[in-house]
């Protein structure tokens, strides 16, 4: 089994501050089958970015994802008020087995 | 527009059974995987289950293994997922999520909560 660190575990910013926040995976994971979700309370997590660094469609370029083997990194450029949000990595595959990292809570300095 | 809408929580005493469903529509519901993750209150995602778009392959996580069965009917557009033995820390909201061939989980249902309580 993958396990996925997060860290920080929480990260304090002001609006308009770069956010850079790390995943890493106990062994080596594909960079095809890293994704990034975001979460706010009360929904369901948002896809931001899937194959470590393709932005889906809609999502604003001031997300970017970066990294390879077992170092991966989620980066926010100026955040908006709108960002501050929990942030979960994925790793997956063909298989229908995957795992997530415990996640990473912006909050707001 | 894409909708996945799950439904049967409900609170049940440990050890009880309870049979989840996942509504799929607005999408080819046959060509998609579909997995089960679940969060308990105030805690992060865990992956619990998946089946492959055409129910030939499954798999769960260690933590429900042999407690859980993950199934789908593709004319009916449905996904399921049947616990048994359930456990208070089986106590979460369960959520289905889709995912095309090998990729990323882009659709998610709203989830269900599911309490596991004395």
């Known amino acids: 089994e993958i396990v996925l660190t997060q860290s920080p575990g929480t990260l304090s910013l002001s609006p308009g501050a770069r956010a850079t926040l790390s995943c890493r995976a106990s062994?080596?994971?594909?960079?095809?089958?890293l994704a990034w979700y975001q979460q706010k309370p009360g929904q369901a997590p948002r896809l931001l970015i899937y194959?470590?660094?393709n932005r889906v469609t809609g999502i604003p370029d001031r997300f970017s994802g970066s990294g390879s083997g077992t170092d991966f990194t989620l980066t926010i450029s100026r955040l908006e008020p709108e960002d501050f949000a929990v942030y979960y990595c994925?790793?997956?595959?063909?298989?229908?087995?995957?795992?997530f990292g415990q996640g990473t809570k912006l909050e707001i300095k | 527009e894409v909708q996945l809408v799950e439904s049967g929580g409900g609170v049940v005493r440990p050890g009880g059974s309870l049979r989840l469903s996942c509504a799929a529509s607005?999408?080819?519901?046959?060509?998609?995987?579909m997995n089960w993750v679940r969060q308990a209150p105030g805690k992060g995602l865990e992956w619990i289950s998946g089946?492959?778009?055409?129910?030939?392959?499954?798999d769960y996580a260690d933590s429900v293994k042999g407690r859980f069965t993950v199934s789908r009917d593709n004319a009916k557009n449905s996904l399921y997922l049947h616990m048994n033995s359930l456990r208070a820390e089986d106590t979460a909201f369960y959520h289905c999520?889709?995912?095309?061939?090998?990729?990323?989980?882009?659709?998610w249902g709203q989830g269900t909560l599911v309490t596991v309580s004395s």
């Open positions: 999520a889709s995912q095309y061939g090998a990729g990323s989980y882009d659709y």
């Open positions: 089946i492959t778009w055409n129910g030939v392959t499954t």
């Open positions: 194959g470590a660094f």
């Open positions: 994925q790793q997956y595959g063909s298989s229908p087995r995957s795992s």
């Open positions: 607005g999408f080819n519901f046959d060509v998609y995987g």
């Open positions: 062994q080596s994971v594909s960079s095809t089958y």
